[in-house]
C-alpha cells in the first residue's frame, strides 16, 4: 500500500501494523519513496540466519520434559 507521509505520520502505528501483517508499505514524499518491511523480511532480504544456538533455543520443541534413561541390562560379551 502507498502512503502520503503526512497521512503515514499520522498513523504510523496502523502503518507498522500493515507491514508487519500484510507486507511492505511505500511512503511517498513529493518525488522520493521509502519502503517500510517487518523485521522478518528485512532478515529474508539480506539473507540473516540464525546462529544455531538461537535456532535450537527458538525453533526446537523444548526438551525439559523429556525424560532418558539407560538401558540397564548388562553388557554383552565380546571375545577379543
Do not use: H
Not at 511505500?26 to 519502503?35: A, H, P, S, T
Not at 540464525?50 to 571375545?79: A, C, G, H, W, Y
Request: proline share 4%; hydrophobic share 40%.
Amino acid at each position: 500500500m502507498e502512503w502520503l507521509l503526512a497521512d503515514a505520520k499520522n498513523k504510523l502505528s496502523e502503518v507498522v501494523t500493515l507491514a508487519v501483517t500484510e507486507g511492505p508499505q511505500q511512503i511517498k514524499r513529493r518525488n522520493d519513496r521509502v519502503v517500510l518491511i517487518s523485521q522478518k523480511d528485512y532478515d529474508k532480504l539480506t539473507g540473516q540466519k540464525l546462529n544455531f544456538k538461537d535456532f535450537l533455543l527458538t525453533k526446537t520443541p523444548s526438551l525439559f520434559d523429556l525424560e532418558i534413561t539407560r538401558d540397564q541390562s548388562p553388557m554383552r560379551n565380546v571375545e577379543l
